[in-house]
């Protein structure tokens, strides 16, 4: 969902702002399974982790600490789009 934040009138009064709707968008088919897979991979040790997984926690720079969101990374995106993620 995206939002929009805007002045809220009410009889020409301005009042506080309110947030709207602006679109809605559906997730891409397999995110929610890859996100699960990506999250068990980060609870494994390095060794043990697959090579796709290993690629996008350096994308993501996660080693130093780091909080970021798995759609930062482009081999995130690309495996997703690829329709890569697990069933």
Request: proline share 5%.
């Given at each position: 969902m995206a939002f929009r934040l805007?002045?809220?009138r009410w009889n020409?009064?301005?009042s506080r702002h309110s947030s709207s709707c602006a679109?809605?968008?559906d997730a891409v088919e397999g995110y929610d399974e890859l996100r699960a897979e990506l999250a068990r991979q980060w609870r494994v040790d390095d060794a043990e982790r697959q090579p796709w997984a290993r690629e996008i926690f350096d994308e993501l720079e996660l080693a130093d600490g780091a909080t970021r969101r798995p759609l930062e990374s482009a081999a995130f995106q690309a495996r997703l789009l690829r329709g890569e993620a697990p069933r």
């Amino acid at each position: 969902m995206a939002f929009r934040l805007q002045e809220n009138r009410w009889n020409e009064d301005p009042s506080r702002h309110s947030s709207s709707c602006a679109a809605s968008f559906d997730a891409v088919e397999g995110y929610d399974e890859l996100r699960a897979e990506l999250a068990r991979q980060w609870r494994v040790d390095d060794a043990e982790r697959q090579p796709w997984a290993r690629e996008i926690f350096d994308e993501l720079e996660l080693a130093d600490g780091a909080t970021r969101r798995p759609l930062e990374s482009a081999a995130f995106q690309a495996r997703l789009l690829r329709g890569e993620a697990p069933r």
